[in-house]
Every structure is written in structure tokens, then in C-alpha cells.
């Protein structure tokens, strides 16, 4: 049965609720919202390749229970098709005082999970959309309400514009608001625009991992689109020294698994799936040497730059525009 992710007083009514979609911060208001907020049972979170890999015991650790356990709640992340005969099992065996949440990316519409949740009418099935600037809006009023503080309707629009969709950033920055506000009455525009660092951080992120997968178009394009300070500089050489240390741990893991697309589901701290793509093209496009050189030339440049701030931001554009 398909419930709307804004119709949450249904979502009590079955124990067993996918919920599929791109939107993680949708996925994660439900889980808080509606399952763990005044639960006092027991929470069990797992991968769905830790439960296929030891189904045993992922049942023995859903049908025991103590004298002085009242309830479970089971959220499972990462889910698949392959979960589709372990529910079928479990709904077999009609457990009771157990709730379980599984959560996956997008799901098309022959997907054999998304078909038996949506068919089965004791099955909660919930889609999750990309946030819209009403939705995001909508956050922001509920957040100002809550928290007693104002903000015009410009700032609003320019926290929209630089939450690039997503409502988990969205948050983090009404946050930082919140914290400025106790020791400012009224925030202006220019408060927002020198706190909010979210698209400074988005063209960092991007130019590190474009870097990393030896895109050199698209790195020229975001130099050219940004223009850095001294301290962004840092930034970035540290952004890109912590994705080569990821980027080493995986050459090493392939030097013993040539399967990449293994390798990179299994890693931890796992990988969030809009980066999969990336990452795999960084992995790719360098020996294990050779990461190990970046990340030594990586170390050199930050040196060079704290001692010659007046031309970071030339060493910096040098060493990204030059494999």
C-alpha cells in the first residue's frame, strides 16, 4: 500500500514500511518522526548484505526477545530486490511487537520489492522526492516557528538557493542561524551570505573529486566559475587530502579484489551512493603509487601555501590543473 511521506499519522498502522527514493533527509525526518520518537524498545540497524550474509542470525535476533524488552524496531539501509523472500519469510511468521524499515535508493517500477509492498495491504510503501522550494520553504517556517526567530523572505530564498535541494543542509544552516541569532536581534543578508558556506562547500567537494577522477575540463570550468580566498584554499588541499587517503584504502583493497564495484559497496565508512559513480572513476584513473604521491605532493603544497598565502590560490589552481 502506497502512503504519502506528508501522511504520517497512517504510517503507524503496519509493521513492516519501505521507503524508497533519492531524498535522504525525507527518509530520516520519517525514521525520527515517526518510529523513534518516544520509542522506548530496542534498535537494531543493519546493511542489507550483513543480514544476507548471516540471515540466521538476523532471525534469532528478531524472534528473541528479554522479560524486559517491550518492543523492536528494525531498520535496515541499503535494501534491494534481494530482501524481497526474507520479508515474504518474515511475514510468514506474523511477528508481532517488531517494526521494520527498509530503506533504498530509487526503485523502478519493475523492481519485485517496490511491486510487493505496493500490492500487500499490511505493507507500508512510501516513495521520496527530490525537495521542491515549497517543501524547503515549508522547513524553514516550521524551524523559525519552533525555535522563536524571524528571518525575511530574502533569506529564505538564498538558504532555498544554496541548500541545492537538500534538506539535511537546509537544517545544518538554520542551525548556525539559530546559534547567531541568540547574540543578534535581527539577522541581515550579509550575516546569512558570510555564514552560509554552502555553495563555497559544494564547488570544493565537486573540484576534489573531479580532480581525483583526472576530469580536467570540469575543474578549469569551476576555477573559472569560483573565486577562492586564502582560507578556501586550505579547504580544498585538506578536502582533497581526506578523498585520497579514502581513495589509497580503496587501491590497496583492489590490489587483493579486482572487482570494483565490490570493493566500493563494501568499503567503510560506505560510500553515499550519489558519490558511487565518482569514485569508481577516481579509482580507475590511478595506481596505488601514485595516490601515494599525490597525497605526499598534497602535503608539500599545503606547507608551500601557509608559508606564501599572498599566492595560494596560484599553487593551488596549478596543482589541480596538472596530473
Same mark, same amino acid.
Given at each position: 500500500?502506497?502512503?504519502?511521506?506528508?501522511? !504520517?499519522?497512517?504510517?503507524?498502522?503496519?509493521?513492516?514500511?519501505?521507503? @524508497?527514493?533519492?531524498?535522504?533527509?525525507?527518509?530520516?525526518?520519517?525514521?525520527?518522526?515517526?518510529?523513534?520518537?518516544?520509542?522506548?524498545?530496542? +534498535?537494531?540497524?543493519?546493511?542489507?548484505?550483513?543480514? #544476507?550474509?548471516?540471515?540466521?542470525?538476523?532471525?534469532?535476533?528478531?524472534?528473541?526477545?528479554?522479560?524486559?524488552?517491550?518492543?523492536?524496531?528494525?531498520?535496515? &539501509?541499503?535494501?534491494?530486490?534481494?530482501?524481497?523472500?526474507?520479508? *515474504?519469510?518474515?511475514?510468514?511468521?506474523?511477528?508481532?511487537?517488531?517494526?521494520?524499515?527498509?530503506?533504498?535508493?530509487?526503485?523502478?517500477?519493475?523492481?519485485? #520489492?517496490?511491486?510487493?509492498?505496493?500490492?500487500?495491504?499490511?505493507?507500508?510503501?512510501?516513495?521520496?522526492?527530490?525537495?521542491?522550494?515549497?517543501? !524547503?520553504?515549508?522547513?524553514?517556517?516550521?524551524?523559525?516557528?519552533?525555535?522563536?526567530?524571524?528571518?525575511?523572505?530574502?533569506?529564505?530564498?538564498? !538558504?532555498?538557493?544554496?541548500?541545492?535541494?537538500?534538506?539535511?543542509?537546509?537544517? %545544518?544552516?538554520?542551525?548556525?542561524?539559530? %546559534?547567531?541569532?541568540?547574540?543578534?536581534?535581527?539577522?541581515?543578508?550579509?550575516?546569512?551570505?558570510?555564514?552560509?558556506?554552502?555553495?563555497?562547500? @559544494? $564547488?570544493?567537494?565537486?573540484?576534489?573529486? %573531479?580532480?581525483?577522477?583526472?576530469?580536467?575540463?570540469? +575543474? $578549469?570550468?569551476?576555477?573559472?566559475?569560483?573565486?577562492?580566498?586564502?582560507?578556501?584554499?586550505? #579547504?580544498?588541499?585538506?578536502?582533497?587530502? $581526506?578523498?585520497?587517503?579514502?581513495?589509497?584504502?580503496?587501491?590497496?583493497? !583492489?590490489?587483493? %579484489?579486482?572487482?570494483?564495484?565490490?570493493?566500493?559497496?563494501?568499503?567503510?565508512?560506505?560510500?553515499?551512493?550519489?558519490?558511487?559513480?565518482?569514485?569508481?572513476?577516481?579509482?580507475?584513473?590511478? &595506481?596505488?603509487?601514485? +595516490?601515494?604521491?599525490?597525497? @605526499?605532493?598534497?602535503?608539500? #603544497?599545503? *606547507?608551500?601555501?601557509?608559508?606564501? *598565502?599572498?599566492?595560494?590560490?596560484?599553487? +593551488?589552481?596549478?596543482?589541480? $590543473?596538472?596530473?
Amino acid at each position: 500500500m502506497i502512503i504519502k511521506s506528508f501522511e !504520517l499519522e497512517k504510517l503507524q498502522k503496519s509493521n513492516f514500511h519501505l521507503i @524508497y527514493g533519492n531524498n535522504e533527509g525525507i527518509k530520516d525526518d520519517i525514521i525520527k518522526d515517526v518510529y523513534l520518537k518516544n520509542f522506548d524498545g530496542e +534498535v537494531l540497524k543493519y546493511e542489507e548484505r550483513e543480514i #544476507l550474509n548471516e540471515t540466521d542470525k538476523f532471525f534469532s535476533s528478531l524472534l528473541t526477545k528479554s522479560l524486559f524488552e517491550k518492543s523492536k524496531l528494525i531498520i535496515i &539501509s541499503r535494501g534491494s530486490d534481494k530482501l524481497v523472500n526474507l520479508v *515474504t519469510e518474515i511475514l510468514q511468521k506474523e511477528i508481532i511487537d517488531t517494526k521494520i524499515v527498509i530503506k533504498c535508493s530509487n526503485l523502478d517500477k519493475k523492481s519485485k #520489492l517496490r511491486y510487493l509492498f505496493e500490492k500487500e495491504k499490511n505493507l507500508i510503501c512510501t516513495p521520496v522526492y527530490d525537495d521542491d522550494s515549497r517543501s !524547503l520553504n515549508s522547513i524553514i517556517n516550521n524551524f523559525l516557528k519552533d525555535n522563536k526567530f524571524s528571518l525575511s523572505q530574502e533569506i529564505k530564498n538564498i !538558504l532555498i538557493e544554496r541548500s541545492k535541494g537538500d534538506r539535511i543542509n537546509l537544517k %545544518n544552516e538554520l542551525l548556525k542561524l539559530k %546559534n547567531l541569532s541568540i547574540s543578534k536581534y535581527k539577522l541581515s543578508t550579509e550575516d546569512v551570505l558570510k555564514l552560509s558556506n554552502l555553495a563555497e562547500n @559544494y $564547488s570544493v567537494f565537486e573540484l576534489s573529486d %573531479n580532480y581525483l577522477a583526472k576530469n580536467s575540463k570540469k +575543474v $578549469s570550468n569551476i576555477l573559472n566559475e569560483n573565486n577562492y580566498s586564502d582560507e578556501d584554499c586550505i #579547504l580544498i588541499i585538506r578536502t582533497i587530502l $581526506s578523498k585520497s587517503k579514502r581513495l589509497l584504502k580503496i587501491r590497496h583493497e !583492489l590490489d587483493n %579484489n579486482e572487482n570494483i564495484d565490490q570493493v566500493i559497496s563494501s568499503f567503510k565508512p560506505p560510500i553515499f551512493w550519489k558519490e558511487k559513480d565518482i569514485v569508481k572513476r577516481q579509482a580507475q584513473s590511478w &595506481s596505488t603509487n601514485e +595516490v601515494k604521491e599525490i597525497i @605526499y605532493k598534497i602535503n608539500d #603544497l599545503e *606547507t608551500m601555501v601557509k608559508k606564501n *598565502t599572498a599566492n595560494s590560490i596560484l599553487f +593551488v589552481s596549478n596543482f589541480v $590543473s596538472n596530473y
